[in-house]
């Protein structure tokens, strides 16, 4: 480094240090300061739009009971516009919820497809594969099922995994799958949101003590019921 011995030394060296430096210092903090302005602006434009978003949303849901087709349009339209936003999972879920109360499995099954395939968190994920794993034990799509509920889900749903593989393999007639799994559920402490876990469990439990004979009679009412 140099060492300069007199103030006007220093002076000039200044000077000439910033005539060859001083348009590269300048364009620098102009780019610094934009890029700094710029992306303040691009949060304020995105949290206005995230805060739009949720206004359109709450409005759809608002309209889902007191006129249930313009809800379903518009509730198809905003997943198209806004699918990359967390709330077309939850557009998503209520249009399942809708066209399972007209019991319209196919629409069902697609919007709860939608719903995790938009899922934000693992956690609504998860809730959307159980409906659909439940939706397909009810239409006896059981290898569906098995692999919605085999797609790695949080450990927290356990339970309800275990209770949706025991009601499918209860309704395939595989007695020792169901009990194992409804067994499992509860050792995952399902009883806690499902008491009637332990009902289940109880009533293969006396089933499969029954006399063949029995056993027989049972499916065969159960399958004149079915008819």
Same mark, same amino acid.
């Given at each position: 480094?140099?060492?300069?011995?007199?103030? %006007?030394? &220093?002076?000039?060296?200044?000077?000439?240090?910033?005539?060859?430096?001083?348009?590269? #210092?300048? *364009?620098?903090?102009? $780019?610094?300061f934009g890029g700094f302005i710029g992306f303040n602006v691009y949060q304020d434009n995105?949290?206005?739009e995230q805060l739009m978003i949720s206004d359109n949303y709450q409005a759809i849901i608002d309209e889902s009971d007191a006129n249930p087709e313009a809800f379903i349009s518009a509730g198809e339209k905003f997943i198209n516009e806004n699918g990359s936003s967390s709330y077309a999972s939850l557009t998503a879920l209520a249009l399942a919820k809708k066209s399972a109360?007209?019991?319209?499995?196919? %629409?069902? &099954?697609?919007?709860?497809?939608?719903?995790?395939?938009?899922?934000?968190?693992?956690? #609504?994920? *998860?809730?959307?594969? $159980?409906?659909?794993?439940?939706?397909q034990v009810q239409l006896e799509q059981y290898d569906a099922a098995l692999a919605t509920l085999n797609s790695n889900l949080p450990v927290s749903f356990t339970a309800a995994i275990e209770e949706i593989k025991g009601d499918s393999y209860l309704q395939q007639g595989k007695d020792d799958l169901a009990r194992n799994a409804y067994q499992a559920a509860i050792a995952a402490d399902g009883l806690a949101t499902s008491p009637s876990l332990q009902l289940?469990?109880?009533?293969l439990a006396q089933i499969t003590s029954l006399p063949t004979s029995e056993v027989n009679a049972i499916d065969e009412v159960a399958e004149t019921t079915a008819q």
């Open positions: 480094m140099e060492i300069y011995q007199t103030e %006007e030394q &220093q002076v000039e060296a200044i000077k000439g240090y910033w005539q060859r430096n001083g348009n590269t #210092i300048i *364009a620098g903090l102009v $780019l610094g995105k949290f206005e109360s007209h019991k319209d499995w196919v %629409e069902v &099954q697609k919007q709860l497809t939608t719903a995790i395939n938009a899922a934000p968190t693992e956690g #609504i994920k *998860a809730i959307a594969s $159980l409906r659909l794993a439940r939706v289940k469990l109880d009533d």
